[in-house]
């Protein structure tokens, strides 16, 4: 977990970029990754200048082509939800010149507290209605983001397919099966159920995390702390964003709390409607299917990066036997 | 013919070495990776055993949901699957009858892929 950064003597090339971005001596130390996927890369240091030694949080993009959102719009939206109440990192500088450290990168506040899943579960464990804070504190931090206006939301946040939401999550579906290598009759069944009980489209859309689940957020003994990893906003259907929170597979077993492993749907659409969120049963449940059998068919097709070569990776080659669970859960909610 | 251990039982040796051995004596991402290919080997060393009898299930099971509509289909996957699509099971009962065949045939590809996550009875 220690491992460094690998450009050559990235701290001193921070130090330097911070100092004059400052305008004051600043030394980068204790430089150290988080993680490293492929599309970004996380990492914590310290910065020192003569008042003190503050932690700070590095978020670089390795190659910008590959990138979901550019930093700058991911930078955009954060501050948008932090001025709207969502707990969020404060972002200190953001970065497009890719000759500092290889990649364009943001630098927010670190904020302390457990992010690994199994350990954010043994801490609610150990604290009485920590779990169920914690989810009332996600409905509210939806409800906050979901309140921002769409129109203040970056451009390049809105889909380019031209259809509605509901639409185009049913066209992805539709485009997910044709690629199948081999036919699923389970995903079959809930594409044909999930276009037949379709919800009407959204009355107006909102900004989106799109990700927010038990792994990307902050959590202390005092309740939630952060939403992290925001490069998956875009305009959606409020209703997607809470449902995600209730995929299985972000309970970790924990099956009798739905959001998270730690928390009931009750409490998120309680805290949801008490921040002046307007919540919809149906299409709550809707989402519910359509991105269990989405993520599924989106194992599938990691799979098949690998076998066309694209991205060849362990991981990626036995994701498609993982699309069996997906199947499991989407037909468990059409009981 | 080879003399034992068999297919299965040297993947069960893989994975175990993986486990046993490389986990403990890597850290990130090759740890990972170590970790995944001894679940790989896992799966494989079930699908060896296993996987005969969970695919002839599985096709008893697509032509009791299929019945009439996909007899003597080359594929029975794919004509259960178009026929689902299309909307052979849009009424109430035969939502209910077809789900409960489905997942019958999905608890067959957990008993190779994920042992025990099939505990789950919805909400």
């Known amino acids: 977990m220690s491992e460094n950064i690998s450009a050559d003597d990235p701290s001193i090339r921070l130090s330097t970029w911070l100092s004059a971005q400052e305008q004051t001596d600043i030394t980068v130390t204790d430089l150290n990754t988080v993680s490293a996927g492929a599309r970004r890369f996380n990492a914590l240091f310290s910065a020192t200048t003569a008042s003190g030694t503050t932690r700070y949080a590095l978020t670089m993009i390795p190659t910008a082509s590959i990138q979901l959102l550019d930093v700058a719009d991911e930078a955009s939206v954060r501050e948008l939800a932090e001025s709207a109440g969502v707990p969020v990192p404060h972002i200190h500088h953001v970065c497009t010149d890719e000759s500092v450290l290889g990649g364009p990168f943001f630098i927010s506040i670190a904020v302390e507290g457990e992010t690994v899943p199994r350990r954010v579960l043994r801490l609610i464990e150990q604290h009485d209605n920590l779990g169920s804070l914690i989810t009332r504190q996600i409905g509210t931090a939806l409800a906050d983001l979901h309140s921002i206006p769409e129109s203040n939301a970056p451009r390049t946040l809105l889909p380019d397919s031209g259809l509605g939401q509901i639409a185009h999550a049913l066209s992805q579906v539709d485009e997910g099966l044709s690629e199948l290598l081999t036919p699923s009759p389970a995903f079959s069944f809930c594409a044909r159920w999930l276009e037949r009980n379709a919800p009407i489209e959204p009355a107006w859309s909102t900004i989106v995390h799109s990700d927010v689940r038990n792994g990307n957020i902050i959590v202390g003994q005092d309740g939630l702390r952060a939403i992290l990893d925001w490069e998956g906003s875009r305009i959606g259907d409020r209703m997607e964003d809470l449902a995600w929170t209730t995929q299985r597979m972000w309970r970790f077993r924990e099956d009798h709390l739905p959001i998270g492993g730690f928390g009931t749907i009750n409490d998120l659409r309680t805290a949801y409607l008490e921040r002046g969120g307007e919540w919809d049963d149906d299409r709550f449940h809707w989402w519910r299917v359509l991105l269990t059998v989405r993520w599924g068919l989106g194992m599938a097709g990691q799979s098949r990066s690998h076998l066309d070569g694209s991205f060849v990776s362990i991981v990626m080659s036995a994701s498609a036997r993982r699309m069996a669970e997906l199947e499991f859960d989407a037909l468990q909610l059409l009981r | ?123």
């Open chain 2, 1 to 123: 013919m080879h003399q034992p251990p068999s297919a299965a039982e040297l993947l069960r040796t893989v994975a175990d070495t993986l486990n046993t051995d490389v986990v403990p004596a890597t850290t990130g991402p090759a740890q990972h990776q170590a970790r995944v290919a001894a679940n790989i080997a896992s799966i494989v060393a079930r699908e060896l055993e296993f996987g005969p009898e969970v695919r002839s299930r599985e096709l008893d099971l697509l032509r009791e949901i299929g019945g009439d509509a996909v007899r003597g289909s080359g594929d029975l996957s794919a004509a259960v699957a178009t026929v689902l699509r299309d909307g052979a099971a849009d009424s109430n009962e035969e939502h209910d009858r077809v789900r409960s065949l489905l997942v019958e045939i999905v608890r067959g590809d957990l008993s190779i892929a994920k042992p025990g996550y099939d505990d789950w009875d919805g909400e």
